[in-house]
């Protein structure tokens, strides 16, 4: 078996993000109307933003309405205050697979304001390092579809044993597996993800 690229996903794995809205809400200097807001991925006006179906307003009128957003609470603040930051290691990590002539991509469900956040290299350093990033309001589909798979392998030039795939979402590390034949692992956001990473690369007998 011959690993020549690395692709994870940001949210989760590369990036921390908070998860539940009422986090994010709070990040944003406010708290929600919903006595009970779920966490971001039960809000289904984020994946079709993210996939590029609905615009940012059309997005955010949603928002607030889903959380019962009261007037003095931004939601374009919200949705920003789901990032937090580069888990520590991931820059390391990313420096280590670089010197050992891998390539690194990223394959992430996420939306052009988050994508042009990351792009801030004083925040993101570790991100202009990955060689082919690719992301869900680009290709106009997102994960677990397994036609996103099938594009990754179509730009980057390799066949699917040939990668390793990491995802905080189980059900996106299943679908790779089960419908592009990938090394696809789950990560626990909630751990050391560059850890989990050099674990199961490790398994693959890839040493970095």
């Not at 957003?69 to 290691?89: S, T």
């Not at 670089?98 to 925040?123: D, F, Q, V, Y």
């Not at 994960?143 to 699917?160: C, H, M, N, T, Y």
Request: hydrophobic fraction near 40%; charged fraction near 25%; proline fraction near 6%.
């Amino acid at each position: 078996l011959m690993i020549k690229l690395i692709c994870f996903d940001l949210g989760g794995v590369f990036l921390k993000i908070n998860f539940d809205w009422e986090d994010a809400v709070a990040a944003a200097g406010g708290t929600a109307g919903n006595p009970d807001p779920k966490t971001i991925n039960h809000f289904p006006g984020l994946d079709l933003f993210q996939g590029d179906k609905i615009s940012y307003d059309e997005y955010l009128t949603g928002l607030v309405e889903y959380l019962q957003l009261p007037g003095d609470v931004d939601p374009d603040r919200v949705h920003a205050g789901i990032l937090k930051g580069e888990y520590p290691g991931i820059l390391e990590f990313c420096q280590d697979a670089k010197a050992a002539g891998l390539t690194l991509a990223c394959l992430s469900n996420t939306n052009e304001p988050h994508w042009r956040e990351m792009h801030r290299t004083e925040i993101y350093p570790a991100f202009e390092l990955i060689d082919l990033p690719l992301a869900s309001h680009d290709l106009r589909m997102t994960k677990p579809s397994p036609e996103i798979f099938s594009e990754l392998e179509k730009r980057a030039g390799v066949a699917g044993d040939e990668i390793a795939f990491f995802d905080d979402m189980e059900e996106n590390a299943v679908s790779a597996r089960e419908n592009a034949g990938w090394n696809a692992f789950h990560i626990n956001p909630d751990g050391d993800t560059a850890a989990q990473i050099r674990k199961h690369l490790s398994s693959l007998d890839v040493e970095l």
